[in-house]
Structure formats: structure tokens, C-alpha cells
Nanobody, 122 residues
Framework: QVHLVESGGGLVQPGGSLRLSCAASGFILEYYAIGWFRQAPGNEREAVSCISSSDYRIYYLDSVKGRFTISRDNAKNTIYLQMNSLRYEDTAVYYC???????????????WGQGTQVTVSS
């Protein structure tokens, strides 16, 4: 059975850092593009970052460029999202998802995790 499980969320002060993990089971993460999405209350789910499978192309939402870093550890079947210099507006539930290729559209993704809450507050 296919599962994606996010972890690493929590409460952090503005300017702080968190590292989110997305662990896969039931399939080999290496063969999929993995995206991170987030959804704040009342907002649409938006694509934050994505890393492709074969050629490791990486994409970032403009507002997180220079602050967030996506990476993959195929040996651990895990994707990471390092988030630095966090801002109030980064507060959201963060989801990882798997697709054939990176896309901004969440409908293109086949598998989803349950989400992890990130709250940036003083």
C-alpha cells in the first residue's frame, strides 16, 4: 500500500527554521517527482517546491526562493524541505505529493501525505 508521511512541522518564531520530511512506503520515491504544497485556512492549496525524479530539476514558489531548499535522499526513500527565515505568511498545513513530473497543479499528483502543520508565530 502506498503511503507518504510528513513530519517535522511545529511552532516556530519568525526568522526560525524547520525541516520537513516526507517518507514514502509502498513505492520507490526515486521514480517520482515530489512536490511540497501548502494550504492556509481560506486559501487555495499552492505549490511550494518540487524536485523531479531523473534529472533533479527543482522549482520553488517565488516567495520561498532563497529561504527553502528541497532535497531527496533516495537511500532513505525520503524528501526534505528545509525552511529557513520563516515568516508569518508561511503558516499553513504542508503536504508532500508524488507525481510523474513536477507540476503547479495539485490535480497532477497521484499520492498525498496527510499533512503537517507549520505555525510561525511570536
Amino acid at each position: 500500500q502506498v503511503h507518504l508521511v510528513e513530519s517535522g512541522g511545529g511552532l516556530v518564531q519568525p526568522g526560525g527554521s524547520l525541516r520537513l520530511s516526507c517518507a514514502a512506503s509502498g513505492f520507490i520515491l526515486e521514480y517520482y517527482a515530489i512536490g511540497w504544497f501548502r494550504q492556509a485556512p481560506g486559501n487555495e492549496r499552492e505549490a511550494v517546491s518540487c524536485i523531479s525524479s531523473s534529472d533533479y530539476r527543482i522549482y520553488y514558489l517565488d516567495s520561498v526562493k532563497g529561504r527553502f531548499t528541497i532535497s531527496r535522499d533516495n537511500a532513505k526513500n525520503t524528501i526534505y524541505l528545509q525552511m529557513n527565515s520563516l515568516r508569518y505568511e508561511d503558516t499553513a498545513v504542508y503536504y508532500c505529493a508524488a507525481a510523474r513530473d513536477c507540476s503547479y497543479y495539485y490535480s497532477e499528483y497521484d499520492y498525498w501525505g496527510q499533512g503537517t502543520q507549520v505555525t510561525v508565530s511570536s
